[in-house]
């Protein structure tokens, strides 16, 4: 088990952003959009705030600057009438998903889903349905919803199901996906010469029949929308590549992705690489070349805008870069280096050399913190755009430089990426405490970017006036954030901690008494002993649970600073190969089945009710999970809890009414 602790400052979870304007904000929830810019502008009386990208740029409204994006061409599957246009696609869900301990509930893609959309994304690749019922029928729900909720501008998703170069799953991505309004199949296989005869075992001319077949079979079902992958194309014959892209052109691909799939390459190698393709491969006027590029030499980023130099114009990318391994290219990097630098430095490529996207980056923060937190993934602080420190100065030459000019040590504003500054206290002199009502605790998680639906308001506001009795002076907006974050993992949950005391020292033996209530609404509580008082307190959650899990890694942060601050504990788990809890899901690249890993998150004034949290939290969604997939197998779960094993009786005790 991995521990970690610290008292830094920690950044957290943003739940659902609302797209202010209207005109960007999808019908379906429209009943749920905020006006959060108009409510920025009013705090800050006679004054305009400076909100473009530039630091040096003049002063200009709020809302139009943070919140307007620019229309995008229309989409056209293999077309971009707009040569200048760059398409992106995200795979946070697929890709970043594969990252140990990234796993995520249905409930979580879906909310993640609805945030990309906000941000503008063009594709979504919404996982990998073959893996698991689960997978395919959160692939599913994402078609069946984002997929259809089009934008006033006309602005809808595609929304894309990754498959292997068979028929078996290329059928089920299609079942997946093909409820949206604009779907997309996704199919890939090897084409490196070290992949062929170690991988497959296949020759070089089988690999074209089976991506030719792959393609055809793709189209046979009505798909209209094809992208075709050549993994490890980096490391490929660049003739080879020339043969099986042209091939599947001719069967009807539409999309040809190129990827950097062991992170190989230089910039200029595959910026080449593009060029080449586009020039050498038969057909490649009626098709968009793409890139996929991972991060194993800290160069994807880089190696994704080369290829966009070259004629690329689609970038695949993950927010936060997470994925296989070192991860992808950063969706916010890319997507800021295009904005800050793609009408004056990508000249001699197609079009004018003017490259732009459609996407809205004031959401690109909130996205951020939504998915570190249920992927248990949080950004290191230096991480560019995005990082706790990022727009942070603490060297007194540069605060000094800050105070005359941000533009001295700053090329972008904070608030352009939806990280509202000094914004504290709602401008209006409120400070959120024991008294506070739930308009001002739902005003302010507004203007903070957290849209939350009526049950999520009700469930913070409860937890906020448990901290707040506890809490001198009022709650900070990091304070109140973690709450967001503590109920996001115990929506749905089956089992809830209704009470806890431990007996800890030097002296003694560590020993915890858990109750708990579970969905039966039964209280139960037990007593156990453990190395110390949190391995006490989650072997007693083990015994009434019934669960059989490893505890992955335990870290433990304080939100703000003083004895009185808010610590935040998360926690991954996974079940024990073999055990009650296994839940194995095919991963898509090397085809084996893995077991998945769950993340939980709680937060409290006291670690040891907030080390609690976190485990039930993680517990639970494993569970879910669980219940989930012995649903859809039919499988007889009377007497247990999804697949839990109860609590021996002589452990533990009901609680009499």
Same mark, same amino acid.
Do not use: W
């Given at each position: 088990m991995k521990f970690t602790a610290s008292v830094a400052f920690a950044t957290l979870l943003a739940a659902s952003a609302s797209a202010p304007v209207e005109a960007f904000t999808p019908d379906a929830l429209r009943s749920h959009s905020v006006a959060i810019s108009n409510s920025f502008v009013a705090r800050q009386p006679g004054r305009r705030v400076k909100a473009s990208l530039y630091s040096t740029a003049p002063d200009v409204d709020t809302k139009e600057a943070l919140f307007k994006r620019r229309p995008r061409p229309e989409y056209i599957p293999g077309v971009i009438s707009d040569p200048d246009y760059v398409r992106i696609f995200d795979t946070t869900l697929r890709d970043g998903e594969q990252s140990p301990g990234a796993t995520l509930t249905s409930e979580e893609k879906l909310e993640i889903a609805r945030n990309l959309a906000k941000l503008g994304v063009d594709?979504?690749? $919404?996982?990998?349905?073959? $893996?698991?019922?689960?997978?395919?029928?959160?692939?599913?729900?994402?078609?069946?919803?984002?997929?259809?909720?089009?934008?006033?501008?006309g602005y809808v998703p595609v929304i894309c199901g990754l498959s292997r170069a068979n028929p078996k799953d290329i059928e089920r991505a299609w079942d997946a996906v093909k409820s949206a309004?604009?779907?997309?199949? &996704?199919?890939?296989?090897? *084409?490196?010469?070290? &992949?062929?005869e170690t991988k497959l075992n296949k020759t070089p001319d089988e690999v074209i029949e089976i991506a030719v077949n792959a393609v055809s079979f793709a189209k046979s079902l009505g798909c209209e929308d094809i992208e075709f992958s050549p993994e490890d194309a980096g490391r490929s014959d660049i003739d080879y590549l020339y043969r099986i892209l042209s091939a599947v052109i001719e069967a009807g691909a539409t999309t040809l992705n190129i990827p950097d799939t062991t992170g190989w390459n230089m910039p200029w190698e595959f910026g080449a690489l593009i060029n080449n393709l586009r020039e050498n491969v038969k057909g490649a006027d009626k098709v968009v070349f793409s890139t996929h590029c991972q991060n194993d030499l800290g160069l994807a980023t880089a190696n994704s805008l080369s290829g966009a130099l070259n004629g690329a114009r689609q970038l695949e990318c993950t927010i936060n870069g997470i994925g296989e391994r070192a991860g992808n290219a950063s969706l916010e990097e890319v997507v800021m280096a295009l904005a800050l630098k793609g009408d004056t430095h990508f000249s001699g490529g197609p079009g004018t050399g003017k490259l732009y996207t459609a996407i809205n980056p004031v959401h690109i923060s909130p996205t951020s913190k939504m998915v570190a937190e249920y992927t248990g993934m949080i950004c290191q602080p230096h991480k560019a755009i995005v990082g706790a420190n990022a727009f942070k100065h603490e060297s007194g030459i540069h605060q000094d430089g800050m105070i005359k000019n941000k533009s001295t040590y700053e090329i972008m504003t904070p608030e352009s990426i939806g990280l509202m500054r000094g914004d504290t206290e709602s401008g209006a002199g409120i400070v959120l405490g024991k008294h506070s009502g739930r308009n001002a605790v739902g005003t302010r998680l507004r203007e903070l970017g957290y849209d939350l639906e009526a049950d999520k308001l009700n469930a913070v506001f409860l937890r906020f006036k448990e901290v707040a009795e506890k809490r001198k002076g009022g709650l900070e907006d990091e304070d109140l954030e973690s709450l967001v974050l503590d109920q996001a993992g115990n929506i749905n949950s089956m089992w809830k901690v209704t009470g806890l005391q431990v007996s800890t020292g030097m002296s003694g033996i560590p020993t915890a008494t858990v109750k708990m209530r579970g969905p039966d609404m039964v209280e139960r509580y037990v007593a156990s002993t453990g190395t110390g008082p949190v391995d006490a307190v989650y072997k007693a959650i083990d015994q009434i649970i019934g669960t059989?899990?490893? !505890?992955?890694?335990?870290? !433990?942060?304080?939100? *703000?600073?003083?004895?009185?601050? !808010?610590?935040?504990?998360?926690?991954?788990?996974s079940p024990i190969e073999g055990g009650p809890n296994d839940v194995p899901s095919i991963h898509s690249q090397a085809g084996l089945f893995k077991n998945r890993k769950f993340s939980g998150s709680g937060s409290d004034t006291d670690i040891i009710t907030a080390s609690a949290r976190a485990y039930v939290s993680a517990v639970n969604k494993l569970l879910s999970w669980n219940a989930r997939r012995v649903e859809r197998n039919d499988a007889d779960t009377e007497g247990n809890i999804g697949d839990a094993v109860p609590a021996e009786p002589p452990l533990v005790s009901e609680v009499q009414p």
């Open positions: 594709i979504i690749e $919404a996982g990998f349905p073959i $893996a698991s019922p689960d997978d395919f029928q959160a692939v599913k729900n994402i078609a069946d919803k984002v997929g259809n909720e089009m934008f006033e501008d309004i604009r779907p997309r199949i &996704h199919t890939f296989i090897a *084409t490196s010469k070290i &992949h062929m059989s899990v490893v !505890l992955e890694s335990y870290s !433990l942060t304080s939100v *703000t600073e003083g004895i009185e601050a !808010l610590a935040v504990t998360r926690v991954n788990v």
